[in-house]
């Protein structure tokens, strides 16, 4: 096993005659790692996505999975290990479930038996094996995108690249799939996960990504992005009523935009805070609210506004 | 291999599937044996009318049909795929976009050599019981040949307009336009060039001419061995003209190869 990053991405560009969709990317992914990569639409997403497996090239900068350049001949085998699923696909409709899967087994490299029975498995992996003998066009959303996934889990692949996993999937469905990637991940499976930010992906990745229109405004694990951006943490005291206001202590920490009884209190200020409102008799209960990976998006994206708009302002004087 | 035959082999179970191996067979057996049996009903005769004359109207109508057909088979093969989000999907598997060219050329290609074959064989089979002459059975594997030839001409010419665009309603559009200028533009405009310039083109330029349309090809191979009494028009200049049959065919496979190269070209060049 080597201890080399699966994949490695140095100061990656990506330019279309019209647009840069990409731009000085540096990132690494580690074996057994999942990454989450965040971003609007059009933030560069796919065609990161699209760059690492080889179906583009990179205008500049290197691209390296597995020890090879994706976009060449040479990763011709690295490929039986990488799954994908798309963001926006729809699969032969005419055929079943069976029919499809079966069909890109043998692509992966399956002889024609061996396709079938590995079909059925994974197709009961992911819950769709029920309606596997009924032609695709009869699907729900839901079961569309677990033949999806099905489809990316074919031949075991050590690197699997997730494009809007859970879109259109129940909750129960999505309870199952994020267990699917803690149980890949245990395997040794490295994960990427590309998403809008949703809740209840950050317990499974172990770092994130935030992208903008082709920059990456942030990496990093979910503890560093929180710290980096410094954002408070939100407390609610219960039982104090009016004493928030008439504490002058309390008072500096209180928000003025939200409801009136909650404290926005710095990383660093949490213990003392806590050990302070515990001084008052009459609280009953206190709500710690972490800053949560929307959040923390969120003042990604407003900072790198708030730059753009001071070049343009400064460009403009 | 194994990947090639993969795709091959949904792409041929995908004409069974949605009736085209059925469908074209049917229009070509009753074709074949209704102008078998019925093409000196103007003349008023019915029944087994005169080889050459079978042969000859069967080309002509050929020459109308299977482009067509072959066009509609495989006009949306690769554009179809990419706006479905398969053709992305298939390209990150380990399959080269040859193979996958390959893969879908044997299979839609099966479709069409298989109901040509079976479509007109029925009808060389019951001429041949009928007339019991082996002449029938040589001039029909001729037609066929030279018919599954002019089928993988077309559907080779549909990838090169499938892979060039990028929407399926523009790929139907191309190929309607491609199949008119084949079935009847290029023959108009060498009529009018052959009538319109006096001295224009000699009978070795005519026959120049007509290699750039498989078409026109197709019409050669199976005209030059018929009575020229059954054949009329610039074809009846060309077919005095020197080219072998051989000859005709090899360009007629140039036609199936040229294309498919061409298309491969493209797959190349194409970023999704």
Redo the contacts between chains.
């Keep these: 096993m080597t201890t080399s990053p699966l994949i490695t991405l140095s100061k990656v560009g990506k330019q279309y005659p019209k647009l840069t969709a990409l731009n000085l990317i540096d990132m690494q992914l580690n074996q057994g790692e999942v990454l989450g990569l965040f971003g609007h639409n059009g933030a560069g997403k796919t065609t990161m996505m ?1 760059l690492i ?4 090239s990179p205008s500049h900068g290197e691209v390296n999975v597995m020890g090879v350049a994706p976009d060449t001949k040479a990763a ?2 690295m ?2 290990q ?1 799954g ?1 699923l ?7 409709e ?1 055929l079943t479930g069976l029919e499809v899967l079966t ?2 087994a ?4 399956f ?1 024609p038996k061996a396709a079938k029975q590995h079909a059925i498995e994974l197709l009961e992996q992911v819950g769709v094996a029920h309606a596997m003998k009924k032609p695709v066009k009869t699907f729900s959303k839901g079961m569309r995108q677990r033949l999806g996934l099905a ?1 990316a889990f074919i031949g075991k692949p050590k690197l699997l690249l997730l494009d809007e996993p859970t879109v259109g999937l129940d909750p129960i469905a999505t309870a199952d799939f994020y267990q699917t990637v803690d149980q890949l991940k245990s395997q040794g499976t490295s994960v990427i996960l590309c998403s809008h930010v949703l809740p209840g992906v950050e317990q499974h990745i172990d770092r994130a990504m935030i992208l903008s229109s082709g920059n990456m405004l942030a990496i990093g694990t979910l503890a560093e992005l929180r710290q980096q951006a410094n954002l408070p943490i939100k407390i609610t005291p219960h039982g104090l009523n009016g004493t928030l206001r008439h504490d002058a202590h309390l008072l500096k920490y209180l928000s003025n935009d939200e409801s009136d009884s909650i404290l926005k209190v710095p990383e660093q200020d949490k213990v003392a805070m806590l050990r302070y409102l515990l001084t008052f008799e009459s609280i009953c209960d206190i709500d710690i609210d972490k800053a949560n990976l929307e959040q923390v998006y969120q003042y990604y994206l407003q900072q790198n506004k708030n730059v753009g708009n001071d070049k343009k302002l400064s460009a403009g004087a | 291999m194994n990947q090639i035959l993969a795709v091959a082999g949904k792409e041929f179970f995908d004409g069974l599937r949605n009736r085209w191996l059925i469908s074209i067979t049917l229009i070509f057996a009753v074709l074949s044996i209704g102008l078998t049996y019925f093409g000196a009903v103007a003349s008023g005769e019915v029944g087994v009318t005169s080889l050459s004359t079978t042969i000859a109207s069967l080309a002509s109508l050929a020459v109308f049909l299977i482009p067509l057909i072959a066009l509609l088979l495989s006009y949306d093969s690769f554009v179809g795929e990419q706006e479905s989000g398969t053709l992305l999907l298939l390209l990150t598997y380990p399959l080269s976009k040859t193979q996958l060219l390959l893969g879908k050329f044997i299979g839609q290609g099966g479709i069409i050599a298989l109901a040509t074959l079976l479509g007109f064989g029925a009808s060389a089979l019951i001429l041949y019981l009928q007339v019991n002459d082996v002449e029938v059975l040589r001039l029909f594997s001729t037609f066929i040949a030279s018919a599954v030839l002019l089928g993988l001409s077309f559907t080779a010419i549909a990838y090169v307009i499938s892979l060039a665009v990028n929407e399926k309603s523009k790929a139907a559009g191309i190929a309607l336009l491609i199949w008119f200028f084949f079935a009847l533009v290029f023959d108009l405009a060498l009529l009018a060039l052959l009538v319109g310039v006096e001295q224009g083109v000699s009978q070795q330029g005519l026959t120049q001419i007509m290699m750039f349309s498989p078409s026109d090809i197709f019409r050669l191979v199976n005209l030059a061995g018929l009575d020229s009494s059954d054949v009329n028009g610039a074809l009846a200049i060309a077919i005095k003209s020197s080219l072998t049959q051989g000859q005709l065919f090899l360009v007629l496979i140039t036609w199936v190869m040229l294309p498919l190269i061409g298309a491969n070209f493209i797959f190349m060049k194409k970023t999704l």
């Design positions: 699209k497996l080889g179906v583009i011709w085998h490929r039986e990488i994908y798309p963001e926006n696909v729809s699969f032969y005419h069909y890109f043998r692509l992966k490299g002889y489809q």
